[in-house]
């Protein structure tokens, strides 16, 4: 199996929500959003699980 990697250029606070959306990984049930965990849920951020 080889390795991939995901990974952005750049850093854009307006496409960050978007980005959170698409790194959320989960199994079915039960997903967790792609946030910085050390960023409180705010305007920008929005953990979850």
């Given at each position: 199996?080889?390795?991939?990697?995901w990974?952005?250029?750049?850093?854009?606070?307006?496409?960050?929500?978007?980005?959170?959306?698409?790194?959320?990984?989960?199994?079915?049930?039960?997903?967790?959003?792609g946030?910085?965990?050390?960023?409180?849920?705010?305007?920008v951020h929005?953990?979850?699980?």
């Open positions: 199996m080889t390795s991939w990697t990974e952005y250029d750049g850093y854009e606070l307006a496409d960050q929500g978007l980005r959170e959306s698409l790194c959320t990984l989960g199994k079915g049930y039960m997903a967790t959003r946030a910085f965990t050390e960023c409180p849920a705010g305007d929005y953990p979850g699980t």
